[in-house]
């Protein structure tokens, strides 16, 4: 065990983070109730763990036409980046007779962002068909005895990250661990292993944004890639330490959130500001942890956007090593399909709160945001993690210690020959 000396930040962040735990059973005991809707011969709810539906109302229902329901989500607060999520269930309140129903998905203020998807159970999804008219989903359901589940994307939620990391936990060299608790006093856990000779870290988070589900199945691939018994993977966790911390907004993933937190909060633009508990206790874990020769190397933040990408910081950046990505990605893209196209995008967000940001400022090192593509086949997302986990591994190994430690260039003085000027 390091000896651990609290410093004026530590003690703020404490402060700051026993402040909002002092709201979670208040706000957790009084959170809106899911909403459900209530027909003749259908219901509608989602009154469920990332259930999302805001209001419904039956636009037709005579014998010569389909049955026609407008369904309707709304964003949790606004202004928001908006990745309109929908969850609900629709169920026969006449099973002996089958219903063809048509429904109008809308979302409040935003065009449609995540195609369709149906399951019976809430865990084996399929696409569905459908279309869009005047930037809303529509679609025709065939409803028999059986309940259907309708949402944006297949659904984890948080019983199934707390079934995961246990799996994980029980069957790998990965300890179990409580980093804290979100503002409604949800778990945050984390995955680590550790040893006490190790002085490398390397940290992996995910879902601060809920409904950015392609990214939480690639973080799944990537981390059961790493947990592993293998030649390579015990290789890497005798040098490195390894935090993960898989679902960082449970609040947001319960409710259904478009983006937030329950306190209408972009985590991804929190970092360096620490108003929330969420990123509060990834920052309080790094002060408490990277003391005395414990250092942070690498990071990686698993997202979702329209098309697989990979921000990164840029080699110019005062960052180490220097073309550490760079190389790294070169190396992914050797070993995957020759389908899938590694599109690293590097830049900067300086006062923007992101995470890749305030890693590259605060400790000098490398991190990227790792983002699946909404519509990316699922299993190309598994082989692209698979091989994303090898590949860093290898490259890290690869990598001398002293090189993931930042040296500012030493620079030559001007010599001005002539004094006149």
């Known amino acids: 065990m390091h000896n651990v000396k609290t410093s004026f930040e530590q003690i703020n962040v404490q ?18 109730s899911s909403y459900a809707c209530e027909f003749k011969d259908v219901h509608f709810a989602a009154n469920f763990d990332a259930g999302k539906l805001d209001a419904c109302v039956q636009l037709a229902d005579d014998e010569f036409s389909n049955k026609q329901y407008e369904l309707l989500s709304k964003p949790e607060n606004s202004p928001i980046n908006p990745s309109p999520w929908y969850a609900f269930k629709v169920i026969n309140q006449t099973p002996a007779n089958t219903q063809e129903l048509r429904l109008v998905l809308k979302s409040e203020g935003a065009k449609a962002r995540y195609s369709p998807k149906m399951s019976i159970d809430g865990k084996h999804w399929q696409p569905m068909p459908f279309e869009i008219i005047d930037s809303n989903i529509h679609i025709k359901l065939t409803l028999g005895q059986e309940a259907i589940y309708i949402a944006a994307q297949e659904i984890v939620d948080n019983a199934f ?16 661990s409580k980093l804290g608790s979100s503002t409604q006093g949800r778990n945050i856990d984390a995955l680590v292993h550790s040893k006490p000779e190790n002085n490398e870290w390397f940290l992996i988070i995910g879902r601060q944004h809920p409904p950015e589900i392609t990214g939480a199945l690639a973080l799944i691939s990537f981390v059961e890639q790493l947990s592993i018994e293998h030649d390579l993977n015990r290789e890497f966790l005798a040098r490195f330490n390894v935090m993960i911390v898989p679902n960082l907004n449970p609040d947001g993933v319960a409710h259904g959130n478009w983006r937030h937190n329950t306190l209408g909060s972009d985590l991804n633009r929190d970092w360096g500001k620490f108003t929330q508990i969420e990123t509060q206790q990834v920052k309080y874990w790094l002060d408490l942890t990277l003391i005395e020769q414990q250092r ?9 956007t329209q098309q697989d990408v990979f921000y990164t910081m840029g080699s110019d950046y005062a960052v180490a090593p220097q073309d550490f990505s760079k190389d790294w990605l070169k190396r992914l893209k050797n070993a995957t399909l020759s389908s899938f196209v590694v599109r690293p ?13 305030f890693l590259a400022d605060e400790y000098k090192i490398h991190s990227i945001t790792y983002e699946m593509g909404d519509n990316t086949d699922r299993q190309l997302i598994r082989h692209v993690a698979q091989e994303a986990a090898k590949t860093l591994m290898q490259k890290m190994l690869d990598t001398e210690p002293e090189s993931f430690i930042f040296t500012p260039l030493l620079v030559e003085p001007i010599v001005n020959d002539n004094p006149s000027k």
């Open 345 to 357: 995008s590097p830049g900067t967000s300086p006062g923007r709160g992101v995470f890749k940001q």
């Open 296 to 304: 942070l190397v690498f990071a990686l933040d698993f997202h979702s």
């Open 15 to 32: 402060k700051r983070i026993s402040h909002l735990a002092l709201l979670s059973a208040f706000l957790l005991a009084f959170s809106a």
């Open 161 to 176: 990250y707390a079934q995961w990391m246990n799996s994980i936990a029980e069957n790998s060299p990965f300890s179990l």
